[in-house]
């Protein structure tokens, strides 16, 4: 992450001390990992997105425990994982839930 983004963030967890740590993150890469557990391939989230697939690779790494898609797939995962009573991918999408969760209580908060 560049240097503004870090004073950004220092300075809205001074202002909002109770918010998780990593909220802001999570808001950043929300979009990104969504297209990941719907199957999208990472040169087409970063085509899209106006982003760098090393980039949506290091999202997909760090938020969801692997690199993501070389090529998009014909079905999604996240739907799958939903039709399957919740087995079929569900590290993945269990991770994406959760921190699809803390953004919405978020903004229901604000």
Request: hydrophobic share 35%; charged share 35%.
């Amino acid at each position: 992450m560049n240097k503004q983004w870090t004073q950004f963030k220092e300075e809205f967890y001074k202002k909002f001390p109770d918010e998780d740590i990593k909220i802001l993150d999570y808001i950043a890469i929300c979009d990104i990992i969504r297209l990941i557990v719907s199957g999208v391939s990472n040169e087409e989230i970063a085509e899209l997105l106006h982003d760098r697939v090393d980039y949506i690779e290091s999202v997909a790494q760090e938020f969801l425990g692997f690199l993501g898609y070389e090529e998009s797939l014909e079905f999604s995962p996240l739907q799958q994982y939903k039709r399957s009573n919740r087995t079929m991918f569900k590290e993945m999408c269990e991770k994406y839930l959760e921190i699809e969760r803390k953004v919405d209580l978020y903004y229901a908060r604000n």
